[in-house]
């Protein structure tokens, strides 16, 4: 599990380059589901931009400051609505606006202290680190990202 910002901001460069190497598929793989009834490599790639977003405008401004987190999104109606729009969008925009988003995140997460890096907070009943929230976002990427992986055979 990556837990210390270097290896975060290693993941976040690298998902980067991956992402737009995703540029090189044809429409048929860009489209193909990762099993029958099961989302595409484009749902997959572009789900994970509104999550970025949710993070940067949601998430990060208020782990710093004496409140409490807003309310997280309903995850299936954000889920579906990304997956409906990454469907109907051309495989460059929806690349495009993953690195534009993810560029963002990562040049945030980069400008975070050590000190707000090991800063904990609350989510719900739980309390994490700054670090420990990024490594599960990680975890996320990692799993998307090996079923795509599987399906293209790469």
Known sequence: MLRDKKSIIKH?????????DL??????QWRK????????????????????????EHRIPYLFINTSLPKGPDIEHMNTKAAEKSREQHLEKTITEFVSTRRQLLQTIQQLTDEQWHQSFSIGQSNITVADYFGGLIDHDLHHFSQIQSVLHV
């Open 23 to 28: 540029r090189n598929l044809s429409e048929e």
């Open 12 to 20: 976040y460069e690298q998902s980067l380059i991956w992402v737009k």
């Open 33 to 56: 589901p990762i099993e029958s009834g099961k989302w595409s490599v484009a749902e997959m790639i572009g789900h994970l931009t509104p999550w970025d977003t949710f993070v940067l």
